[in-house]
């Protein structure tokens, strides 16, 4: 049975979760919310480690829920179910976009979409703000969530969202940043500031 639902519920977040990796993770925080081998605390963690490994955050995610629910096989189905939807959709479109790739319709739906997966990736980058940022729980009031800020994070966040301004260090590869941020949150926590 949990195979199954495995199946379903990563197949419907590849079928649904259109714009990449980010903006799976609405999808993941519904997920978190009704089963319990998902956790929001799981799903942060996750998302931190999925952004600095290679491969789509999305496959990783789905590959460590899998594992979380059922093991080795329960990876293999929630990577392969997430996968599937967008095999399953890339070979038709491609066939039909043979078809009619000069249609003005065709080219006004795309346009269309791209609004559409701006707002899930401003959902998804919002719930992993509000986890990681702020201690109220879910659902809490923005007053709540506010005075809920953990402001040593807040002050790293803004202080590396400043160091990203500056001319020179805008052109250094994400990566650099990555790294840094990793080295200063292990430091905080062998320091006890977590």
Known sequence: MIYLTLFYEFFKVGLFSVGGGVATIPFYMELADKYDWLT?????????????????????????????????????????????????????????LERYKENTLVSSAFSGIRPAVAGLIAAAGWSVMRVALFTAPSGSSLFTMLLSCDIKWLVLFCALLALMQIKPLKKLHPIVYIVFSAVVGIGAGFLGFI
């Open 40 to 96: 929001t605390q799981m799903l942060t963690d996750m998302i931190a480690v999925s952004e600095s490994t290679p491969g789509p955050i999305g496959i990783n995610l789905a590959t460590y829920a899998g594992f979380r629910a059922a093991g080795i096989p329960g990876a293999l189905v929630a990577t392969f179910s997430e996968v599937l939807p967008s095999f399953i959709i890339l070979v038709l479109i491609a066939k039909a």
